[in-house]
């Protein structure tokens, strides 16, 4: 029997936005495809069991990007999808930010959710369409969840907001906000911009939230009209008379603790010692492992409890800092020496290290997703490894976390870069974070901005970042400015927020409650952007703007354009010709399709001898002008002489000298330089060359009037019938001043087929 589908269908910034179940994967928990245009979303929701051991909640996220979708074949070496792009990570991360909070508090069932492109219409994007799909998927399903939550795009053009923009719109867009949230709070956000303002962002959030409020109605209508019975599972439950116990058992000695100088160590060191003494004085020196156990989570949970009134009551922090107050900074420049620019900064124990690399636009990254880029000139890749938190663990590739992190920074410093126009280099930003107490991602912008205007890069303004932090009990809440790890780990949200004293470039927002009102939001922006401006002072002591010249070992880029059908002649075939011109100028080359040929050279004297070159390779003949060649074949008729790169022209034997030449090889032979003029360039392409021309002092209307048949001197022509001193010409004697009998433009007497 055929499966049928169940169609529901919702509004989004004025679109049609369909919700398809019932003909797809009818085993799964639950499953969507979501279709905006002709771009299609599937996705998948599925509960598991308990795994033995776990602790925690094992929520599994993933996007497939499948090429089909767009009409394309990967172009990986065996022809399929292999590892996550960049792109399709990144897309799984923004998904699972704003399901994870709405899970049911000590759920340790595993629950996986699965997208997966089915349709790229390079008009509507994919992203957002992927958390509603999975957000109408848990919420059909039998997965216990608190959703539902609806995802929608922000695009601001000629100063006005947008709800759910097409590509092309994001195109001229000055802004690019991803929200998602509940019907009464957000619960993601993500932004890139071009230096917005605070109050146009916090206009962006609340049209955001109102966008979104159709695609969730609809989703709680299949819900009750479709979905499937929660199923019932067991919640690992907290012991609320048995942390108020530990709580006051141990509230003394953590505020004793916390009121000493802070440092990450002595705070983290203190606690475990307290938490040792405690569980020992409690339970003895052979405690049950169950009881262990039970009195280690109620300690971590009360533990969580005094840091958390401590400033939610007493607006007293870990370190002692004020709720606004950002830490100590530090910053250097030219850490690296061969490096093209390196900044080190420094705030408080986080401390992070970029460095700068300029490369050729040949050095762009390649990419193969379906957002319809094929390559980018601008990467920051992030590297968090376990030394910065004294930690020994593996190492391997990239997390999702570094992925996102550098992601983020990139977003950030992207608006204030110049144009590939105005600056040809591929630009490769790598942040090394060697201490993190906090905010490494923003402090990774800070960096990055340092080892730009190090390098030389004319950046539009440098960027800073700093995250903002929350804890909130109830209607009661405190924002806090630059959140340590501590406060990120026990406090409700981690809002970065990156951007130039114009505005803001980039946001990134995770919270662990179940939404934060826009209001909220607004009044945290306010709060970044003090502290952006006065991070932004601590980096422009040190370095204000762009060095205004490169480092001497960055290589210099120039570019020369060339007809586009003499690339070929550049590029040689299979590439011999560029390749051996870069290795005898040691130089890079490399040319785009409209005949922009870029050069870089660490030296001048090599780039002028490829651009000389180069230019040589790609010259037109003129008609009129003198070249020097090499003859590179001999006839019965003429010789034909290389005057250009792969371009030859023939001279007449007739042409070769002043006197009759019997032979070609008399007068020159292959291999042999000869300087000769053009004199004519037929309509198929083919030269004409003279080199009597040039003996004679002839223009190039006289060559030509001398190269027609019977226009040029009799073969075999003597000077001894008359010379200088006969006062005429006999004959063919053509320094004669006169011209009787001997006429070159009559066959009679002059011809030169004459014998």
Not at 224 to 244: D, F, M, W, Y
Not at 335 to 364: D, Y
Not at 641 to 662: A, C, K, W, Y
Request: one cysteine or more; aromatic letters at 4%.
């Amino acid at each position: 029997m055929k499966p049928e589908a169940i169609l529901y269908t919702a509004t989004l910034g004025g679109k049609e936005l369909s919700f398809e179940t019932g003909r797809l994967a009818r085993q799964a928990g639950g499953s969507i495809v979501v279709r905006q245009g002709d771009s299609m979303i599937f996705a998948a929701a599925t509960l598991g069991n308990v795994r033995e051991g776990v602790d925690f909640f094992p929520l599994s996220v993933d996007y497939e990007e499948r090429m089909y979708a767009g009409g394309k074949i990967p172009g990986s070496f065996f022809r399929r999808e292999g590892r996550p792009s960049t792109e399709a990570t990144l897309v799984a991360r923004l998904t699972d930010r704003p399901l994870r909070p709405l899970f049911p508090a000590g759920m340790r069932n595993e629950v996986q959710v699965i997208l997966m492109s089915l349709s790229a219409d390079n008009e509507n994007p994919l992203d957002m369409l992927a958390i509603n799909a999975a957000s109408a998927a848990l919420m059909i399903s039998d997965v216990p969840w608190g959703g539902p939550v609806g995802a929608v795009r922000i695009a601001c053009v000629d100063g006005q907001l947008i709800a759910n923009p097409t590509m092309q719109e994001m195109e001229e867009s000055e802004l690019d906000l991803r929200v998602a949230g509940t019907k009464e709070a957000l619960l993601m956000v993500e932004a890139g911009a071009k230096e917005v303002t605070e109050t146009l962002m916090a206009e962006a959030l609340q049209l955001a939230h109102r966008s979104i409020q159709d695609v969730i109605a609809v989703q709680e209508r299949m819900a009750r009209e479709i979905g499937k019975a929660k199923r019932e599972v067991n919640l690992t439950v907290s012991e609320p008379e048995l942390i108020a116990q530990v709580k006051s058992a141990i509230k003394d000695r953590i505020t004793g603790l916390l009121n000493q100088d802070y440092s990450k160590a002595n705070l983290y060191g203190g606690i475990d010692q307290i938490k040792a003494e405690y569980l020992l004085e409690t339970l003895g020196n052979e405690p049950d492992s169950a009881e262990l156990n039970r009195y280690g989570k109620a300690f971590d949970e009360a533990e969580r409890l005094i840091v958390r009134d401590r400033i939610l009551y007493e607006g007293k922090r870990p370190d002692n800092r004020k709720v606004y107050e950002v830490r100590d900074i530090t910053v250097e420049t030219d850490i690296s020496p061969r490096a093209h620019g390196s900044g080190l900064f420094t705030r408080g124990e986080t401390q992070v290290l970029t460095l700068a690399t300029l490369g050729t636009p040949k050095e762009a990254q390649e990419l193969d997703n379906l957002n319809g880029l094929d390559s980018k000139r601008y990467m920051h890749h992030y590297n968090f490894p376990p030394y910065a938190t004294g930690e020994i663990k593996r190492v391997g590739g990239q997390s999702r976390r570094e992925i996102g992190h550098g992601a983020l920074a990139e977003r950030a410093l992207e608006p204030v870069l110049p144009g590939e126009k105005d600056f040809p280099y591929t630009i490769r930003l790598v942040s090394e974070v060697l201490e993190s107490n906090g905010s490494s991602s923003m402090a990774s912008v800070c960096g990055s901005s340092l080892a730009l205007m190090d390098s030389g890069v004319p950046i539009s303004a440098p960027v800073s970042g700093v995250a903002m932090g929350l804890i909130m009990e109830g209607d009661r809440y405190v924002i806090l400015t630059d959140i340590l790890g501590t406060e990120d780990h026990l406090g409700d949200m981690d809002f970065k927020v990156a951007g130039t004293r114009n505005g803001i470039t980039a946001l990134q927002m995770d919270i662990k409650i179940s939404g934060i009102t826009p209001e909220i939001m607004a009044e945290a922006l306010g709060r970044a952007k003090d502290a952006r401006f006065y991070i932004l002072d601590q980096m422009t002591k040190v370095i204000a703007q762009p060095r205004p010249e490169l480092k001497p070992h960055v290589p210099r880029i120039e570019t020369i354009k060339v007809p586009i059908d003499k690339i070929g002649a550049i590029i040689g075939p299979a590439g011999k010709n560029i390749r051996a011109l870069q290795e005898e100028t040691n130089t890079k080359i490399d040319i785009d399709d409209d005949g922009t040929v870029y050069i870089a050279a660490v030296d001048g004297e090599g780039f002028n001898e490829a651009r000389e070159r180069i230019l040589a390779m790609t010259e037109t003949a003129e008609i009129g002008r003198i070249y020097t060649g090499k003859c590179v074949r001999v006839t019965d008729f003429g010789a034909f002489i290389e005057i250009l790169p792969g371009v030859d022209g023939m001279v007449h034997i007739s042409q070769l000298s002043t006197e009759r030449v019997e032979k070609v090889e008399d007068v020159v032979n292959v291999g042999d330089d000869l300087t000769v003029m053009v004199i004519d360039i037929s309509s198929d392409g083919k030269i004409r060359l003279s080199r009597q021309a040039l003996l004679e002092g002839w223009s190039v209307e006289e060559a030509r009037e001398r190269d027609k048949p019977g226009g040029s001197r009799p073969r075999g022509g003597s000077r001894s019938g008359g010379g200088h001193s006969s006062g005429g010409r006999s004959g063919d004697d053509r320094r004669s001043g006169g011209r009787s009998g001997g006429d070159r433009r009559d066959r009679s007497g002059g011809d030169r087929n004459r014998r």
